[in-house]
C-alpha cells in the first residue's frame, strides 16, 4: 500500500559524501515516522537515523557528526546527507517508515552504497 524507493547510492572514496533519498507514494508523509537503516553483508540490519514527523533525530554512534537526517513533508521525500564517509559505512540502506496510529512498518528495496579506494 505505501510504497518507498530509494536512489543516490553508489561508489565513493573514503571522505566522499552522497545524499540518498527516499520518496514515497503517499501524501500523508507527516503521519510517519522515518529513518534510515542499512546491512553489510554477514551482519544485522542496524538503525543508522531516524527523524519523527516533529523532525525529532536520532543517530547511531557511529554516524553522529557525520549524516544529518531530513525530511520534506510536502515532497513526500526523506534525505541522508552522508559525509566524511568510511569505508565501514558500506552496505545496503534502506528506508523505513511506521505509520504513528497503526504502526505497521513500511521499507523500500534499499540502494548499494559502497566506500572503497
Known amino acids: 500500500q505505501v510504497q518507498l524507493v530509494e536512489s543516490g547510492g553508489g561508489l565513493v572514496q573514503p571522505g566522499g559524501s552522497l545524499r540518498l533519498s527516499c520518496a514515497a507514494s503517499?501524501?500523508?508523509?507527516?503521519?510517519?515516522?522515518m529513518g534510515w537503516y542499512r546491512q553489510a553483508p554477514g551482519k544485522q540490519r542496524e538503525l543508522v537515523a531516524a527523524i519523527t514527523g516533529g523532525r525529532t533525530t536520532n543517530y547511531a554512534d557511529s554516524v553522529l557528526g557525520r549524516f544529518t537526517i531530513s525530511r520534506d513533508n510536502a515532497k513526500n521525500t526523506m534525505y541522508l546527507q552522508m559525509n566524511s564517509l568510511k569505508p565501514e559505512d558500506t552496505a545496503v540502506y534502506y528506508c523505513n517508515a511506521v505509520h504513528n496510529v497503526n504502526y505497521r512498518h513500511y521499507w523500500g528495496q534499499g540502494t548499494q552504497v559502497t566506500v572503497s579506494s
Open positions: 503517499v501524501s500523508i508523509f507527516s503521519l510517519y515516522a
